[in-house]
């Protein structure tokens, strides 16, 4: 069984920064974040396909968000930058092997999730 585990969460002031760690017992297929505020659905973030490097992104994080993979570490990082208070959230990482299909911003798409770690953005 894989297991993911998230560290770096934190509270930090608008316009702030933050790293977000995800470290895996192995490397998958997919990895992606997501992130879910108090009362509102989980939502994705970031996740991208190991094999090619191919990542995507929320349009509400585009161009202040980073994936950064790391194979040796088995840890995909998330890089945030110019954060917002509607940024706050719980942020989970989660994984899937090759066998699970479904696209990138869907939960269903992913076969195992992390415990979470959360973010505080004030202004």
């Known amino acids: 069984q894989v297991q993911l585990v998230e560290s770096g969460g934190d509270s930090v002031q608008a316009g702030g920064s933050l790293r977000l760690s995800c470290a895996a017992s192995e490397y998958m297929y997919r990895v992606g974040w997501f992130r879910q505020a108090p009362g509102k659905e989980r939502e994705a973030v970031a996740s991208?396909?190991?094999?090619?490097?191919?990542?995507y992104y929320a349009d509400s994080v585009k161009g202040r968000f980073t994936l950064s993979p790391d194979r040796a570490r088995k840890s995909v990082d998330l890089q945030m930058n110019s954060l917002k208070p509607e940024d706050t959230a719980m942020y989970y990482c989660?994984?899937?092997?090759?066998?699970?299909?479904?696209?990138?911003?869907?939960?269903?798409?992913?076969?195992?999730w992390g415990q979470g770690t959360q973010v505080t953005v004030s202004n």
């Open positions: 991208i396909y190991t094999t090619h490097d191919w990542i």
């Open positions: 989660a994984a899937s092997p090759s066998s699970v299909a479904g696209p990138w911003y869907e939960t269903g798409s992913y076969s195992t």
